[in-house]
């Protein structure tokens, strides 16, 4: 006689976080120093943005070499050396092949890691979050190191001033382990979303299989990153909002349990106006927009560790992501800020 099935399957595995860390190049660069070159004013930026300056790594820094620091930093915060997995974010890999993150993996000790990189530009860190903590439930990993990194500045047009004002460059990151859902640091559920059908509307043109190589350079501003910003601002808001009622839903939360919402750092006012849809007071956003600009798939984990560092996010605090970005993307999850071990 065959052994009866238990009627109740185990719980899946959670990811819970328990490490946090970030990485800025050593040169800031202010909005009157843009401003010197650009048909632009420190009073704009400010006014529009939230920005009042950004890092921007030299020529012969690369966006691996800003995930190996913040890496490195989750890895100790978590207190473990050791991870199954790296998932690197990023819209500016060091090169279009092979991956970044399996070089990432090697230099921070992790050769033989699975290493892969994900790309949803500023949802990024969102969609590698995901994935990490479903290697984590599907068992294939019981550690993972998820990063956000960027050199976004790469890839901007200095002569445009709609997008060399906003972005600069840096990285995050975490690190998950397996655990209880009921532990604090559990990443609750993700809400995930795409809209390709308006690509279009944040786009590097050249550089892939579209404009194949062919002996010609491609056109200078197609290779230049383009955005048509007062579109994206409106998505921006509409999407995130969505996405993150839905997943406060999916988690049984209401809005006025949320004590911090840390969204991607596009603009001040983008994150506000994400707020005042979704109902949390405007005094429970964390922004470092001011500090760093829009860091695209850095923006959320540099976030984090700022403001784990400055005592703003405290165990239990409940906290609320949520990302918007190229694709176009979306993404949120919850989880409630582990103790001081673990973070
Ligand atoms: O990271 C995820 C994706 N990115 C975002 O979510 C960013 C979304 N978009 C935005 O944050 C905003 O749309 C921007 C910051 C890009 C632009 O701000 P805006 O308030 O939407 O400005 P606008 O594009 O409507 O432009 C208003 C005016 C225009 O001049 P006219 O046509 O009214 O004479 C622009 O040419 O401001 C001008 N302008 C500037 N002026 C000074 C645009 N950029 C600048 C600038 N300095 N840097």
Same mark, same amino acid.
Request: charged share 20%.
């Given at each position: 006689?065959? #052994?009866? @099935?238990p009627?109740? +399957?185990?719980?899946p ?12 190049? +050593? ?10 070159r $650009?048909d632009?004013? &420190? ?5 529009? *943005?939230?920005i %009042? ?8 820094t ?5 995930a ?11 207190g473990?050396? /050791? ?7 990023? *819209? ?6 092979p ?10 000790g ?6 892969y ?14 994935s ?13 190191l998820?990063?956000?990194?960027? *050199? ?5 047009? +200095?002569d /445009?001033?709609? *997008?060399?004002?906003?972005?600069? /460059?840096?990285?995050g990151a ?5 655990? =209880?859902?009921?532990e604090?640091g559990? @990443? ?7 809209d390709g059908?308006?690509?279009? $509307?944040? #786009? ?33 808001v %509409?999407?995130m909002?969505?996405?993150? %009622?839905?997943?406060?839903g %999916? ?5 006025? =349990?949320v004590?911090?919402?840390?969204g ?7 994150t ?20 760093v600009?829009? #860091?695209a798939?850095a ?5 984090? &560790? ?6 703003? $996010? ?18 949120s999850?919850?989880?409630?800020? +582990?103790?001081? &071990?673990?973070?």
């Open positions: 006689m065959s #052994t009866p @099935l009627s109740h +399957p185990p719980p595995r959670a990811a819970v976080l328990t490490g946090v860390g970030s990485c800025l190049p +050593p040169t800031a660069v202010t909005n009157d120093e843009l401003a010197e $650009l632009s004013s &420190d009073a704009w930026i400010r006014s529009r *943005t939230g %009042r300056r950004r890092y921007v790594a030299s020529p012969g690369a966006t691996s070499d800003l190996v620091g913040a890496g490195a930093k989750a890895l100790k915060s978590s473990t050396p /050791d991870v199954d997995a790296v998932l690197l974010a990023t *819209t500016t890999p060091d090169r279009p092949c991956a970044t993150a399996p070089a990432v993996a090697a230099r921070l992790l050769t033989g890691a699975a290493a990189d994900v790309s949803a530009v500023c949802t990024g860190f969102l969609y590698a979050l995901a990490g903590a479903g290697l984590i439930a599907a068992g294939a990993a019981d550690r993972v998820v990063i956000g990194a960027e *050199t976004f500045s790469t890839l901007l047009d +200095p /445009d001033r709609s *997008t060399a004002v906003i972005f600069g /460059d840096g990285a975490v690190v998950l382990r397996a655990g =209880d859902a009921a604090p559990a @990443l609750g559920p993700f809400d995930l979303g795409s059908g308006r690509e279009e $509307l944040i #786009t590097v043109a050249a550089g892939g299989s579209r404009q194949r190589l062919s002996g010609v350079p491609p056109a200078t501003r197609d290779q230049y990153f383009a955005m048509e910003g007062k579109e994206v601002f409106r998505h921006a %509409r999407r909002s969505a996405s993150a %009622r839905s997943v406060l %999916r988690a049984g939360w209401r809005a006025e =349990d004590d911090h919402l840390v991607h750092q596009a603009n001040l006012r983008i506000h106006h994400v707020a005042d849809a979704v109902g949390i007071p405007r005094r429970r956003c964390f922004s470092n927009i001011a500090e600009g829009n #860091t798939a923006s959320i984990p540099l976030a984090l &560790d700022q403001a784990h560092a400055d005592g703003v $996010l405290t165990p239990g605090g409940r906290v609320l992501l949520t990302a918007f970005g190229g694709g176009l993307t979306w993404g999850t919850v989880l409630t800020w +582990p103790g001081p &071990d673990r973070a």
